[in-house]
Structures are given as structure tokens and as C-alpha cells.
């Protein structure tokens, strides 16, 4: 490696601060002349309910002495020595703290920050390849305007000229701008610039997000996201939800899980049971993984509730009439699991308590999976678990920051727009609908249909190939923010995100990356020039927000700078939130789930596009470490492949590695087979996140991207998009792969060695272990 | 001495690292992984990549065995038959088990990997001339070999990725052998901080970067022989001796109830990797 060819940084990180903090200090309320409330809400404070002490904010002496915060000098750059600043991982929205290890003004590595309740110190594999996000060479470095079939690189001076002159005569209706799920103060700014046109139009899309099962928690629970106590079941009977991979917060749920494991309390193993029609991550962990024939895990709910009714547990008038018809014989018939094993279930579920049961996959995947969740979530509340493993979280006092989460229903309701021309500017950020858009709805045609369409982006992914302006951003790495996450683990917390070194794409000639704060208070700038003069750029404007409301952030003793100092080396602020007890009607009311549907004809199996933990919707496929990190149950890596099980795979005389095309009513892949024990016989899995044409070498070109060949099935309550309600048939093609995969040639056998062993349960003593 | 009686009381002959009394003072590194704990998230070998340097090979490279994960998660089903793998799958950490007794360091002609007095198998670089007798005698398979200059090679590194490039850690060349090793660059730093300090390094001042990241701290890490550290509790707990090749407790009549064993122990390498068996409920 020729060391000469590492970038130095010129002007060391605090240097650049320095100037930050001047103009911070120049920051003067008596300069604003419109009034507290106005100001509040500019500032992201507005609808607060109360002003609230912190919780668990010390002072910086508390800190580890290596956390430093950004605005010191630079006297500890000292060559050969690391440094550590706190922030905040962007890589999925479970908002784990890091903490990241710069030497020489180079960031190297990120850990997990020990001080945050929500991942204690720990990472995924995804956070780790965070900085892979960062020096990834395929970044978008200069904005870039369309003409034509061409694209010209351009300043920022002249793209914010164009939007303001796009923008002139458009109505708030005319507008729509699309994201991922965002919170915090970008938050407070986007929103504010829709307001300035009181536009609307904010599309909320994630493309996996778990939203029937926020629909169907609100109705049981009252709240869409409660604290699911892992560590405190003695059995947890999860439905698809693949808490160890990629569900709602996998690092922490991790912990969770092992504490779990080892009977931290009481010294008693919990006992998982995971029932899905494709093995996930979490289910390959389970002590008893049911396959259930797919859809159908709402009637298996209601049986184990009849069950457990006959088998002595009281159940009300209105859950007792709503599993009448419920019998194990029928229930049997209908899910594919035994009797035998439904009365198991039932005699664990009555013998150790506290439970939990958990909605994954089964809610999110079927027309009919709010009443699959409502189901599961009955479960939970005959099983006295509410209140005691589901417990009301922590709300974050300041309404105007908490996370605006994701959902498909937001770009069905976008894509119509389009399809009827409605929209004359369009933005885009965080999100890559052209890529995750079920094919069926068209988006990519419909998309063009909007009159100018500026995309916010890392890299030239699918969609920001069809923009007319292309802004590129800063890395998470680069930038300042604030983050609200939607899964809080014990306090409310607002977590800060700080650049962790100098931007490797700086603003030379007027080019460079920006940070999306600095894009949208510059935007907002051009309509409300008045109210956000006082702020340089989005740091001046971040420092202002939080210590205006630094006494109910916990910095009531001490003085601003101290305050700031601390608030960014912790990267973590912590609050005293709101807990409102959780309600626990039944929610029987309207509860009927249809049978098993008929197998089709010409469309015999079903398609299950899978989540794996690294590449989820594939936003990062581009990273190569998680490329050439192994599909954990497949080991497969750099390409995508089909499940198929040994038994549907003989019948259809397909072998591993043969090409095989899976053909839909919207289309068709070509893919490698791979013959996988773990998935219902009658379905058929492809992982989503690769098949890539754009956003990168490392992205570009690998693998299918199952999206595409979506049925436009949709959640009938929510209006969510029912990602497992695709049907296919499968068929050879007549080529074949070897397929590139870690495991050997044996497959997953030992060969009669002690490799990876294993004690049943009633053998060991795990409270007598260190 | 006859062949018969060196093969017959081979133990007795046999060269142990290290020779005299004390076995390693003050340090002798080892783990312990819960598999119980531990979930195949794969985090661990990510971590691996970004603290040492790890070169991505691509596909082809991944097809023709080339893959340089030190740490690799190998995955198992049960083999009784069963339609449904109803019990899950198994998952286990593989990398370099640092043995006491390497088979890899015999083999070396030119020494280039060998013990170092803290019980970590290392490996020179710019000694190694890439035989790979190593790699051929090692039972675990977990040494890599570069078959190509992965720094000048495209797209491993290309302009801004080598900015990540852990500087505390060589960036190996075309040809030479590399693999775990326990992030002695971690070790290192802990060591000479403890020895500014005037005393010896503490459970927990040193985590190698798989422990660190692992979300189910599935990992220990620790001095083996320090009885304040947590591995020499686990490894004493689980009545696992580092230098038997079977453990007193196996020979109990119907198997131990520890759940702590070493791979390939028979094999005579005395690893310094303790797994402790995963534990699947018995009443469902
Ligand atoms: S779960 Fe992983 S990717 Fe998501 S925030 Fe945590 S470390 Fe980052
Ligand atoms: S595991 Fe393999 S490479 Fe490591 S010390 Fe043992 S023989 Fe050598
Ligand atoms: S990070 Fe931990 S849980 Fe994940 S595979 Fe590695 S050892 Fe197992």
C-alpha cells in the first residue's frame, strides 16, 4: 500500500469548528423579530407538552476520558494517537449510538457507544460498513443538472436558483416531496419548507417497514411502537419477526436475546418459538421452528387461544366467541402445524410465564395481515403479557422531532398523484422508489410525469438517474443532526449525529457535497428569509435549537458552551419522557380471517421476498463488505438465489445452481436455485436488496432485484403493500451455476465430528455459569 | 530411543509452547464463545474486515476460495433426516484457535509463523514466502493465502476506501499467508499502556474488534492466566484445561453437563478457544 496516496487533511477538523463556534456565539434572539411561538416551532420545540428534567446526564467528567468533543482544540491530534467522537449509525433507523475512532483526521472504524440504553456498546454487521458509506468511491460529488439524454455538472449556487425558480409560481399541491422516515430537527426544517408553501405533500415511504404491525399495535395496545421486554419472557412465540436480523431494532433485541438465553433472573433459559413459512435469522435460533403454510398464522393465533381455553385458561365472552370455530383439528388443517404441537405450545405458554408474542412477517406480508396481527396481538393480551413483556415506552416530549415513520401506503398514494400528473416539482431523499417499487405500480413510468424532479443523493442510484437535479450529500460521517428513534429502549433519548472528519468531497468551486440541513435551511432561506437569517449554516442553526431549550434538555446548571461541549461528546441526549399506560382492549371487534386461500393453477407457489440484516431494502448494497459478507442461513454472497425446498425442488427436478426463471403476473427473474430445508414447500424465497442497475461497481450488476416483479396486493385496513402475496410459478431454464457460497461441499454436515455442538436443555445448569 | 517408543509416548516427547513451568506469564490470550449466545449475525466478521484490513475479493475471487475472512461463521443443520430443520439451524464463530501446539508452526520452512510468549500463533509477513504448508496443516482452515496484490488490485481499495485502512495494521502483499490474530494491535496498545502505568493489563482494557462489535456478547477475551479475568473463570468453570487433549470431565459416565469444548482437541493442537455448546430446549 503506498501510504504516500492517503489523503492528509489539510485543515485539521477543530479548525473548521472554531470558526463554527464563532459563529454560533453570534447567535442573538433579540435579532429575531417574530415572536416565541413562531420561534419554537423554527426551532423544533414547538407543541412540547412540558419542560422536563434530563435523565442520567451527568457531566462530561463522567465521560470516558477519550471522548472528546468536537469544538475542543486541536491539541489532541497528536499523530499516531486515536481520538473518539460520538454519533449516531444512519445505516438503518434503530438510531445505535457509535462512537468513531479517528487517527490523523481519517476515520477508521466505528463502535458501539457504551452509554446508549438502545445498543449498550454494540453494532451490527450494517453499522460496521458504515464508514464504507462514507469512502465509498462511487459518491455523487458535484450536483448535476439534466439536459436531455446528458447530465452537466453545475454549482450549488445555480441549483438552488433553479429550485427557487421552479419553485416560484408551483401551489402546495403541485408539490410532493418523498423520504425515508426522518425525525429530529431535518425534520423540523423539511416540514417547515412544506409549510412555507403550505404544501402536505411530505411521502413518508420506507420500503420494509413494519407499519400493519404499528396499525395493529396502535388498535390493541394504544400506542404503535411498545417495548417489547425480551429479556423478560420465559418463552417468546415470535410470527415471522426476525428480531436478530433486521426487525425494529436488531442490535438491541440482540442483547436482549441473550440475556434472555441465559435466564438472567431467575437462572431459567428462555425458550423461543419461531412459526414462519421461511426460515429468518431469528428463526434459525429458535429451540422449535414451525413452518406454518404461508398466511395463515393468524388462524394458528386464534387456535392456540381456543387451545389454551380448553386447556383450563379463563378466556372473556367476546375472545371465547371469536375462537369458537377454532379447533385444533381445523386449525391443523388450515396452518400445517400438528396438533401434537399446537397442545406443546400450549403447555409451555401455560407453564412458563411471563410470555411474548411478537408480529412479524405474518403482518406484513398478507392481504389480510392486520387481522393476522390483530390475531397474534390477542394472543398476547389472553396470555396477560401486556403490561408486563409489552410495556408502554417512553415518548420523546417534543412532538415536532418524534420519527414520522415510513410506509408503501404513502408512495401507492404518490405514485397516483403522479400517474395523474399532479405534481410539478418533485423531491426526493432517502429513499429509492424506483428500485423498491413494486412493479406492478409503475413507478419508474409514472415518475416521469412530474415536472422537475430534484433528487437528494449518495450515490446515482435508480432514481436519481430519472432527476432533472441531482444534490449530492454529505455522508453520515460528514454531517450534523439531531435523531429521534422510533423504538426507545429505557429513557426517551435524543441521539446527535457529528461529522467525524473533514468532507472528502469539499465545496471547490461551488461544487462539492452538502449536508441535507444546510440544502433545506438554505431553501427555506429563500422563502423565509427572515426567521432563519440568524442561522450560517444548519450547525449555527442545531447549536441554537438545543440550547435554547438547554434546561429541558439537562443543561439547567451550566453554562452554553459547557452544555454543547457535553451534549456532543456524549452524542447522546437523554430525557425523562412521557409513559402513558398502555390500554388493553381486546381487540376481538371485526377479527375474521379467511381460510387458507386455494393453491392457483398457473401461479402454484409463493413468492417470500426476504429481509437479510445487511442489505435490507438495498440502499447499501454498494458497500462491498456486506456484498462479500455471508447470507448467514445460505452462506451465499455476491449474488441473489431462490429457496426452494428439497422436496418442491425434486418434484420440479431442479438442482442447486440451475438457473431457473420465476415468473409472476408482473414479470419475470432469472436466478440461481438453492435447495434450503427451511421454507414452506409451497413457497419460494428471493432476498430483496441486490439486482442493482445503478448505484454503484459493488451494487451494479449482482443479483435480481424481486421488487420488480411485485404483485400490487395491498393490506386491506392499512393500505399497506402485502410483500408476500405474490404468486409464481418456477421454471428451468437449462443453464447452470456453481453457486458461490462459504459453506463446503458437505453442505451444512459435521461428518460425525464435534464441530458445533449442542446440550438439551434439562442438562445443564446455566445459573451456575459465568 | 526407538520409533516404537517415541510414537508410543509421544505426549512425553512432544514439544509444548511454552517448555519450562510457567506457562506464559504474565499473559496467555484465549476466548470462550457462548453459542448459546450467539445468534450468526455475522457482525463479528464484519468488524473483522474494517479493524484489519481485510481485502474484499469479489465474486469470482469468493468462487475460487479466495475469501480473507479471518473470521467466518460456519452454519450446520441437524442430520437425522427430519423434512423441517425444526430445531434451527447451528452457528459457529470459526477462526484462528491460536493452538498451544500449532500444526501450521511445525511446518513452516522458514519459521515465519510461530508463538509468540503471550500464546498468540503469529504470523511474519515479510518472512512468510508462501509455501502454504501451513495453511494444508492447519485443522480448522483458517489461514488465507494472497494470491494477488489485493492493495494495487481494482476496486479492493480505490481512491478514498484506502483512506480506512487501519494504520496500526500491515497491509499485506501478493503472497504472503495471513489469518486471526487476536488483534495484537489492540493487545499491543493495552500492554503498553499498562506498562506506562507501572502494572498489567485488566480484564476488559482489551477487546479485539469481533468481541467489541458481537451484539449478543457471544465473545470473552481475556488473559488466561490472570484468575481475575472473565475467560480463566469460564474456562475453569467449564473444568476446560488448556493443555489436555480430552477433558477429565467428558469421561463421566453418560457425558459432562459443562457445556465447555474445544474443537479438534483429540487432534493434540490445545486451541485456546473454548465454545460452550449450545443448549436447545428440551420441552418443546
Ligand atoms: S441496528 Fe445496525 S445499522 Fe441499525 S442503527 Fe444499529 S448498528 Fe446501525
Ligand atoms: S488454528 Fe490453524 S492457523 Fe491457528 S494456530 Fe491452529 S493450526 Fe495454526
Ligand atoms: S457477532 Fe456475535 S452473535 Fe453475531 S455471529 Fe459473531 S459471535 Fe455470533
Known amino acids: 500500500m503506498n501510504s504516500g496516496s492517503i489523503k492528509q487533511l489539510k485543515k485539521p477538523l477543530a479548525i473548521r469548528l472554531g470558526e463554527q463556534t464563532v459563529l454560533a456565539k453570534s447567535l442573538v434572539m433579540a435579532e429575531h423579530p417574530f415572536d416565541r411561538r413562531d420561534f419554537l416551532k423554527v426551532l423544533g420545540w414547538g407543541g412540547a407538552a412540558v419542560a422536563l428534567s434530563g435523565c442520567g446526564n451527568g457531566s462530561v467528567e463522567d465521560g470516558k476520558e477519550t471522548v472528546v468533543s468536537y469544538v475542543e482544540t486541536n491539541d489532541y491530534m497528536i499523530p499516531s494517537i486515536s481520538v473518539y467522537f460520538n454519533s449516531t449509525c444512519t445505516q438503518c433507523d434503530a438510531g445505535c449510538s457509535i462512537t468513531g475512532r479517528i487517527r490523523e483526521g481519517r476515520v477508521l472504524k466505528l463502535e458501539g457507544n457504551p452509554d446508549s440504553t438502545i445498543n449498550r456498546g454494540k453494532t451490527c454487521g450494517l453499522g460496521q460498513a458504515g464508514v464504507q458509506h462514507h469512502y465509498n468511491p462511487d459518491r455523487v460529488r458535484e450536483p448535476l443538472l439534466r439536459t436531455g439524454d446528458s447530465g452537466e455538472a453545475i454549482t450549488w449556487e445555480k441549483a438552488y436558483a433553479l429550485i427557487a425558480e421552479k419553485m416560484k409560481d408551483v401551489s402546495g399541491e403541485e408539490i410532493a416531496f418523498l423520504s425515508g422516515g426522518v425525525s429530529g430537527h431535518l425534520k423540523v426544517l423539511l416540514g417547515n419548507y412544506l409549510d412555507s ?47 436478530l436480523g433486521a426487525w425494529v431494532s436488531p442490535v438491541h433485541f440482540s442483547q436482549q436475546y441473550a440475556q434472555f438465553r441465559k435466564g438472567d433472573e431467575d437462572g431459567q433459559r428462555g425458550v423461543l418459538v419461531q412459526i414462519e413459512s421461511k426460515m429468518t435469522l431469528t428463526g434459525a435460533n429458535a429451540d422449535r421452528w414451525l413452518v406454518v403454510r404461508p398466511g395463515t398464522e393468524g388462524i394458528l393465533a386464534l387456535g392456540i387461544i381456543n387451545a389454551l381455553g380448553a386447556a383450563g385458561l379463563r378466556l372473556s365472552g367476546d375472545v371465547a366467541g371469536a375462537v369458537k370455530g377454532y379447533d385444533k383439528a381445523r386449525v391443523s388443517k388450515d396452518t400445517g402445524v ?280 438495498g440502499r447499501h448494497t454498494n458497500q462491498p463488505w456486506l456484498q462479500e459478507s455471508p447470507d448467514p442461513l445460505t452462506t451465499i454472497v455476491w449474488d441473489s438465489w431462490v429457496e426452494i425446498h428439497p422436496r418442491k425442488a425434486a418434484e420440479l427436478g431442479i438442482e442447486e445452481g440451475d438457473i431457473v426463471e420465476v415468473t409472476g403476473k408482473n414479470g419475470s427473474v432469472k436466478v440461481q436455485a438453492y435447495l434450503f430445508p427451511g421454507i414452506h414447500p409451497d413457497a419460494i424465497s428471493i432476498p430483496l436488496g441486490r439486482g442493482h442497475e445503478a448505484l454503484g461497481r459493488y451494487a451494479k450488476g449482482y443479483g435480481v432485484n424481486p421488487f420488480q416483479i411485485l404483485d400490487a396486493v395491498f393490506d386491506k385496513e392499512t393500505g399497506e403493500l402485502a410483500l408476500h402475496e405474490t404468486r409464481v410459478k418456477v421454471s428451468k431454464t437449462g443453464s447452470r451455476v456453481i453457486v458461490v457460497k462459504d459453506e463446503g461441499p458437505v453442505g451444512g454436515r459435521q461428518m460425525g465430528k464435534k464441530i458445533a455442538a449442542r446440550l438439551p436443555s434439562d442438562k445443564v445448569k446455566l445459573s451456575e455459569e459465568i | ?175 504472503v499467508m495471513e489469518k486471526c490474530t487476536f488483534c495484537i494491535q489492540r493487545v499491543t496498545v493495552a500492554k503498553n499502556n499498562a506498562k506506562n502505568e507501572g502494572r498489567l493489563i485488566h480484564d476488559g482494557d482489551v477487546q479485539t474488534a469481533c468481541q467489541q462489535a458481537c451484539p449478543t456478547s457471544a465473545i470473552s477475551f481475556g488473559n488466561l492466566v490472570d484468575p481475575e479475568s472473565k475467560v480463566y473463570k469460564q474456562w475453569k468453570a467449564q473444568q476446560v484445561e488448556l493443555d489436555k487433549d480430552a477433558q477429565i470431565k467428558d469421561k463421566e459416565e453418560g457425558g459432562s453437563e459443562l457445556r465447555g469444548y474445544r474443537i479438534f482437541e483429540e487432534l493434540r493442537p490445545y486451541p485456546s478457544v473454548m465454545y460452550l455448546e449450545r443448549v436447545r430446549e428440551s420441552a418443546v
Open chain 1, 338 to 617: 400438528s396438533a401434537e404441537q399446537i397442545d406443546k405450545i400450549v403447555a409451555l405458554l401455560k407453564a412458563r410465564t411471563p410470555s411474548l408474542v411478537l408480529a412479524g412477517s405474518a403482518a406484513e406480508g398478507y392481504a389480510h395481515g392486520s387481522q393476522n396481527a390483530a390475531a397474534i396481538n390477542l394472543l398476547n393480551q389472553v396470555l396477560g403479557n401486556v403490561g408486563k413483556t409489552v410495556e408502554a415506552a417512553e415518548v420523546v416530549p417534543f412532538p415536532q422531532m418524534a420519527p414520522t415513520t415510513g410506509n408503501t401506503a404513502a408512495l401507492k398514494k404518490l405514485n397516483d398523484g403522479l400517474a395523474a400528473g399532479k405534481y410539478k416539482v418533485l423531491f426526493s431523499y432517502a429513499a429509492n422508489p424506483v428500485f423498491t417499487a413494486p412493479g406492478a405500480m409503475k413507478f419508474k413510468d409514472n415518475l416521469a410525469k412530474a415536472g422537475f424532479k430534484v433528487v437528494f443523493a449518495h450515490y446515482l442510484d435508480e432514481t436519481a438517474l430519472q432527476a432533472d437535479l441531482v444534490l449530492p450529500l454529505d455522508s453520515a460521517l460528514e454531517d450534523w443532526g439531531t435523531q429521534v428513534p422510533e423504538y426507545l429502549a429505557t429513557c426517551a433519548q435524543i441521539n446527535i449525529q457529528q461529522p467525524l472528519m473533514e468532507k472528502l468531497h469539499a465545496n471547490t468551486d461551488g461544487k462539492g457535497t452538502r449536508g441535507m440541513g444546510d440544502i433545506l435551511l438554505t431553501l427555506l432561506k429563500q422563502r423565509r428569509a427572515e426567521e432563519y437569517k440568524g442561522f450560517a449554516d444548519y450547525y449555527a442553526y442545531l447549536r441554537g435549537a438545543l440550547l435554547k431549550n438547554k434546561v429541558a434538555l439537562g443543561g439547567h446548571k451550566v453554562d452554553d458552551d459547557t452544555f454543547w461541549n457535553e451534549t456532543l461528546s456524549k452524542g447522546i441526549i437523554k430525557l425523562e419522557g412521557h409513559v402513558s399506560a398502555l390500554s388493553s382492549r381486546s381487540g376481538t371487534a371485526g377479527l375474521s380471517l379467511p381460510s387458507p386461500a386455494a393453491i392457483d393453477a398457473q401461479y402454484p407457489l409463493q413468492l417470500i421476498p426476504s429481509v437479510n440484516a445487511s442489505l435490507r431494502d
Open chain 1, 197 to 243: 408553501f403550505r404544501s402536505k405533500n411530505h411521502f413518508v415511504y420506507e420500503a420494509i417497514a413494519p407499519a400493519v404491525m404499528r396499525a395493529a399495535n396502535k388498535k390493541s395496545y394504544g400506542v404503535e411502537m411498545p417495548r417489547f421486554n425480551i429479556s423478560k419472557a420465559k418463552v417468546v412465540l415470535s410470527f415471522g419477526a426476525d428480531f
Open chain 2, 1 to 175: 530411543m526407538s520409533v516404537t517408543s517415541l510414537l508410543e509416548n509421544y505426549s512425553e516427547f512432544r514439544h509444548f509452547h511454552p517448555v519450562d513451568d510457567v506457562p506464559h506469564n504474565p499473559y496467555k490470550w484465549a476466548m470462550s464463545i457462548d453459542l448459546d449466545a450467539c445468534s450468526g449475525c455475522n457482525a463479528c466478521s464484519v468488524a473483522c474486515y474494517a479493524e484489519n484490513n481485510l481485502p474484499v475479493v469479489g465474486r469470482e475471487g469468493f468462487a475460487h476460495g479466495q475469501a480473507m475472512h479471518w473470521m467466518r461463521i460456519e452454519r450446520y443443520w441437524d442430520e437425522d433426516g427430519r423434512e423441517f430443520p425444526d430445531q434451527g439451524a447451528q452457528f459457529l464463530p470459526m477462526m484462528c484457535q491460536q493452538c498451544e501446539a500449532a500444526p501450521c508452526e511445525t511446518v513452516c520452512p522458514v519459521g515465519a509463523t510461530n508463538h509468540t510468549p503471550d500464546g498468540i500463533n503469529s504470523q511474519i509477513y515479510n518472512r512468510c514466502i508462501g509455501s502454504r504448508y501451513c495453511s494444508a496443516n492447519c485443522p480448522y482452515k483458517v489461514r488465507y493465502f494472497n494470491w494477488y496484490d489485493y492493495p494495487t488490485t481494482d476496486n479492493v481499495w480505490p481512491a478514498e476506501m484506502n483512506q480506512q485502512l487501519n494504520p496500526d495494521v500491515t497491509v499485506r502483499g501478493k503472497g
